[in-house]
Nanobody, 125 residues
Framework: QVQLVESGGGLVQAGESLTLSCAAS????????MGWFRQAPGKEREFVAA??????????NYSDSVRGRFTISGDNAKNTVSLQMNSLRPEDTAVYYC????????????????WGQGTQVTVSS
């Protein structure tokens, strides 16, 4: 079983950057796909980015709304996944969640069975 703890949220102005981190405890990190999702007030939780690792390569995916502005990365040795967020917009304001699933990356929130507690990101205009 993997446990996840997010950090790095905060309040920034539009155009600024922020980096979120997710620390994963547990074994077999390489077998998991890691995703970032977000949920704004009154809205459903939505996919942001995901990454998975194999022994020889990695695979990534991004939502259209963040592609080109956000970058997901991971460190197998440290069991961490980060989300570098650049050119932030007010519409990026949400609670951001780290999630894991034992399998390939997916944009489907229902396929992730392990979640962190979430971290608030607020972007002012």
């Amino acid at each position: 079983q993997v446990q996840l703890v997010e950090s790095g949220g905060g309040l920034v102005q539009a155009g600024e950057s922020l980096t979120l981190s997710c620390a994963a405890s547990g074994r077999a990190f390489r077998r998991y796909a890691m995703g970032w999702f977000r949920q704004a007030p009154g809205k459903e939780r939505e996919f942001v980015a995901a990454i998975s690792f194999s022994w020889s390569s990695s695979d990534e995916n991004y939502s259209d709304s963040v592609r080109g502005r956000f970058t997901i990365s991971g460190d197998n040795a440290k069991n961490t996944v980060s989300l570098q967020m650049n050119s932030l917009r007010p519409e990026d304001t949400a609670v951001y969640y780290c999630a894991a699933r034992a399998g390939p990356i997916s944009v489907n929130v229902r396929l992730y069975d392990t979640w962190g507690q979430g971290t608030q990101v607020t972007v002012s205009s």
